[in-house]
């Protein structure tokens, strides 16, 4: 099986063109020598193997390693770090990478070079499309359009065994982090994931070297990363909108955007610059500008508020330089903005609170930048945040509004996939949800939204749970908006829009 397994597999690498026909036995050799065996098993049947058999594939060919001692745990940590192993054998080196992108974005268009390069992102198992399938996906209407919401389950959970390897490993510190164009042909180990599949596209942005590359969870459609070469800690600044809008250039079918630079209401990796963009347009982006303004001194660049659960001005016009002009103005107002009476204050004790999450687009001849206005202060009552969302809606989402909640697209914990499946039993049985110690926390909710339903079934009580999801998430937007949709504090963003000048 081990044999007819690698020939499959080389099958696999011709027909997506991961590797060519000149590669056949070089490759085969390679696979051979992972699995120890001397030869390949001489069969008469020819090898074919589509991609949705992948994952059956490696699953088989890990069973072997594991059997035949090669693979010392089978447990999901290890398997992972096998399988890459296995797929890093048919990805081309990284030269071979950039020059095939660069030859297609030089001859056809950057979208003919990204397309190729998410393919190999896939074909490759770095984007592992058999677990991308199990995240639980749907939209729910609101009355700031259709938000996107996903129970992210791609993301394997690690066994115990596994985790007090972790815990016990030495802390190599190379790479510094999963950022790091250092993992680009990484074996990894079990605090680190292996990285042989993974390619990077170095760009140039602003003048500095930065790396292209995809996300393994890719949340929404080519989900890219893009990330400074060095190891420096992320930052919001007028260089940041410099570099938004050269991407942007470089691609303009993707939208770029950055997480904000401090915590609670920055992303999860703030010690490392990038940014992530994409083909998609999210929620936000549709969403329309409700009133318009002007910056003196800058009647050339169209701005309004957008009509949008956090507070968002967008920027737009054919020259971005323009735009990032005045977007280094709104910057520096926020910044020192205090505003006693919204509870908006630029720093307490000397620690600064006031942020932008920025998002760099290319609609038609112009160009768009939306500036999400972001502050972390804490509280007695909000430890994790004022503008955050808030312990009432922690059931459902309690971790960070980073870059990708904030346009629209919420990502959800695993656990939930379970928890709701448990919760429409419960509901459709009647059952008493507090006395259930793995509901509990939902019993509020559910009392809140039931009575607006005649009936609840087996057939449309996980409609009814996604459309109420769809709803929390939205109210947790609104708590991350430091100015409220309510006249006061639409008023006490008008304010602030007044105080800014050049």
Not at 73 to 82: G, H
Not at 235 to 259: A, M, R, W
Not at 373 to 385: A, S
Not at 415 to 438: H, S, T
Request: aromatic letters at 10%; charged letters at 25%.
């Amino acid at each position: 099986m081990i044999g007819k397994n690698i020939a499959k597999l080389v099958q696999y690498g011709l027909q997506t063109g991961l590797i060519a026909e000149e590669d056949k036995v070089y490759t085969t050799n390679r696979l051979l020598e992972l699995f120890c065996l001397d030869g390949p098993e001489e069969s008469g049947e020819k090898a074919a193997m589509s991609i949705d058999e992948l994952e059956t594939v490696l699953s088989e060919m890990m069973d072997y390693a594991y059997e035949q001692g090669i693979m010392t745990e089978n447990s999901i940590v290890y398997r992972d770090l096998f399988d890459t192993k296995i797929m890093g054998m048919l990805v081309p080196r990284p030269s071979e990478v950039i020059r095939t992108f660069r030859e297609l974005y030089e001859k056809d268009s950057p979208r003919a070079a990204t397309d190729y390069f998410y393919k190999l992102s896939q074909d490759s198992d770095y984007i592992r499309r058999y677990r991308i399938r199990k995240d639980q996906k749907w939209t729910a209407d609101t009355r700031y359009g259709a938000l996107d919401i996903t129970i992210n389950l791609s993301k394997p959970e690690k066994d115990p065994k596994a985790i007090a390897a972790a815990k016990n490993a030495k802390q190599g510190g190379y790479p510094k982090c999963l950022l790091c164009i250092e993992n680009e042909g990484y074996a990894g180990r079990v605090n680190h994931p292996a990285r042989q599949n993974h390619r990077v596209i170095p760009v140039t942005i602003n003048g500095s070297r930065w790396g292209f590359q995809y996300s393994p969870y890719v949340y929404y459609n080519e989900h890219c990363i893009v990330f400074n070469s060095q190891h420096i800690p992320m930052k919001i600044e007028h260089d940041t909108f410099c570099k938004l809008f050269d991407f942007v250039k470089q691609f303009p079918h993707y939208f770029v955007g950055s997480n904000a630079d401090l915590p609670i209401v920055g992303g999860s990796i703030l010690s490392h610059d990038h940014f992530q963009g994409g083909h998609y347009e999210f929620a936000m982006a549709r969403a329309q500008v409700e009133r318009t303004f002007q910056i003196e001194g800058f009647e050339d660049v169209e701005a309004g508020v957008v009509n949008w659960p956090m507070s968002v001005i967008r920027i737009s016009g054919a020259d971005e330089k323009r735009l990032i002009a005045l977007a280094d103005v709104i910057l520096a107002a926020w910044r020192g903005y205090t505003d006693e009476d919204a509870f908006i204050y630029a720093e307490t004790d000397g620690e600064p609170h006031n942020t932008i999450t920025p998002i760099a687009r290319k609609r038609g001849d112009k160009f768009e930048l939306d500036l999400v206005l972001r502050n972390n202060i804490t509280t007695e009552e909000h430890p994790l945040g004022v503008y955050h969302p808030h312990a009432r809606l922690h059931h459902i989402k309690k971790e960070n509004i980073g870059l990708i909640e904030v346009m629209g697209l919420a990502v959800l914990p695993a656990r939930l996939k379970e928890e709701m499946e448990l919760l429409g039993e419960a509901i459709v049985a009647g059952r008493d949800i507090r006395q259930d110690e793995a509901l509990a926390k939902h019993a509020d909710w559910v009392e809140e939204f039931l009575p607006e339903y005649k009936t609840v079934t087996r057939d449309n009580v996980t409609e009814i749970l996604h459309k109420e999801i769809g709803k929390v998430f939205m109210q947790v937007l609104e708590d991350a908006g430091v100015y409220k949709r309510t006249p006061e504090g639409q008023a006490a963003f008008d304010r602030f829009i007044r105080a800014v000048r050049p």
